[in-house]
């Protein structure tokens, strides 16, 4: 019973591959979010999607590419993957994505780029 | 936009009353203050939200000015499993909805 879930857990890979990283919710949310952590434990936020339409797209390289089959699911695409992409990757829905709703963070994807 | 500011870490002992305060000195008028709370290897969780004044639920309590520039969540007779990391969220409400996220303090409760 999950609220929001990702798969893998942990992904380890080498420079250049390309991975996906998937985020289901079962919340009936209509947003959804992806957020990268570093080792300083900054957050920062990649993208937003509402009902399967990109709303936030901060500065991240083009090689992130998000895509959202329906307003459930949220993908990560990453193409040549860098040093720099290692990081803790976090999937998060809101109700609607408006100022102010709880978000509902899923449990991290832990990826270490070799 | 709002920016946040809290401090990098605060240390405690069990039973203290803790308070992480952070700034956000150019907050909007229709931006909510939320705080999000995050164990080892899990992902943030919600704690607290408010909008002015003070707000208390079962875990914490949220106080904020009449100039909203700040805010200091409380948290009261902390335990060991209360060591984690403390966010503070601002969300602009009239910038796209960006989300300003605090740096994030850690807060490490000894015996």
């Known amino acids: 019973d999950t609220a929001v879930s990702q798969t893998p857990k942990y992904l380890v890979t080498q420079m250049g591959n390309d991975k996906s990283i998937k985020c289901e919710q079962n919340?009936?949310?209509?947003?959804m979010y992806w957020y990268k952590q570093d080792s300083k434990k900054f957050l920062k936020i990649m993208f937003s999607y509402n009902n399967k339409e990109l709303i936030i797209n901060e500065t991240v390289p083009n090689r992130f590419s998000p895509k959202s089959p329906d307003k459930a699911h949220l993908n990560l695409h990453i193409n040549s993957l860098e040093l720099g992409d290692s990081a803790v990757y976090f999937c998060?829905?809101?109700?609607?994505?408006?100022?102010?709703?709880?978000?509902?963070f899923g449990p991290g994807t832990r990826l270490l780029v070799l | 936009l709002a920016k946040t500011t809290q401090p990098i870490s605060m240390d405690s002992y069990e039973g203290q009353e803790v308070n992480i305060t952070c700034s956000h000195n150019?907050?909007?008028?229709?931006?909510?203050i939320t705080w999000y709370q995050q164990f080892p290897s899990q992902g943030p969780r919600f704690i607290i939200q408010?909008?002015?004044?003070?707000v208390t639920n079962e875990v914490a309590s949220l106080f904020i000015p009449a100039d909203r520039k700040s805010s200091t969540l409380s948290l009261p007779r902390v335990s060991l499993s209360d060591t984690a990391v403390y966010y503070c969220l601002v969300q602009d409400a009239g910038n796209n909805r960006k989300l300003i996220w605090g740096l994030g303090t850690s807060l490490a409760v000894n015996p």
């Open positions: 408010g909008y002015k004044t003070k």
């Open positions: 150019n907050i909007a008028t229709n931006d909510y």
């Open positions: 919340l009936g949310h209509d947003t």
């Open positions: 998060a829905s809101s109700l609607r994505g408006r100022p102010g709703e709880t978000q509902y």
